[in-house]
């Protein structure tokens, strides 16, 4: 009968042949692998959120009760509801000063568009929110070169809004009358 050990060595020497170029270590390529994929994501990642950030888009302004604005002990400022809207061939800029009832004016180019919004903010300086709502069939390059003209007319809460729109009600009998 042979020792342990005796077989022990009988087994290494049957394997030698097949493990004469020696062994590959995995945990290097492992490494390594998720070293490139991490840095893959992040680089994506960062790539991603320099493009989403193009337009400093911020929520609509919020509405400030009466009861709210005792609480805070500030002064009350005038905000001004400004909305910009985009319809097929014309842009209708609406805002809340000067009235309750709001004013209203069609805009027939996007040089006017500019000189309009700057002399609303000239007026109301503490004011730099704007609405922007455009139709479903408008382009999206129409929405950009508003946005645009919005951006260089000094206005940096630019939030975009949708219409509102009517629904369709179906019927599944007949109607009768």
């Known amino acids: 009968m042979a020792s342990l050990a005796h077989r022990s060595k009988q087994r290494r020497a049957e ?3 097949l493990t004469a170029h020696g062994s590959i270590n995995l945990v290097p390529l492992v490494d390594i692998l998720t070293s490139i994929v991490f840095f893959s994501l992040l680089t994506y990642s960062a790539e991603t959120m320099a493009a989403l950030t193009a337009y400093d888009l911020t929520l609509p302004p919020t509405v400030v009760t ?7 002990g500030e002064e009350p400022k005038l905000n001004l509801l400004l909305a910009v809207r985009i319809e097929n061939n014309q842009i209708r800029v609406e805002h809340s000063g000067a009235g309750a009832d ?5 805009v027939p180019a996007l040089d006017s568009l500019e000189t309009l919004m700057k002399d609303i903010r000239r ?3 503490q004011n730099s929110d704007v609405l922007v709502v455009p139709a479903d ?7 950009i070169h508003v946005l645009e003209r ?9 939030s975009l809004g949708n219409r509102t729109r009517s629904t369709q009600i179906a019927s599944a009998g007949e109607v009768t009358r």
């Open 66 to 72: 009466a009861d709210q604005a005792r609480q805070s």
């Open 123 to 125: 007026q109301y300086p």
């Open 102 to 106: 709001g004013q209203q004016g069609f």
């Open 15 to 17: 394997r030698a042949p």
């Open 150 to 158: 919005l951006k260089i007319a000094t206005y940096t809460g630019i």
């Open 137 to 143: 069939d408008v382009s999206y390059d129409d929405v």
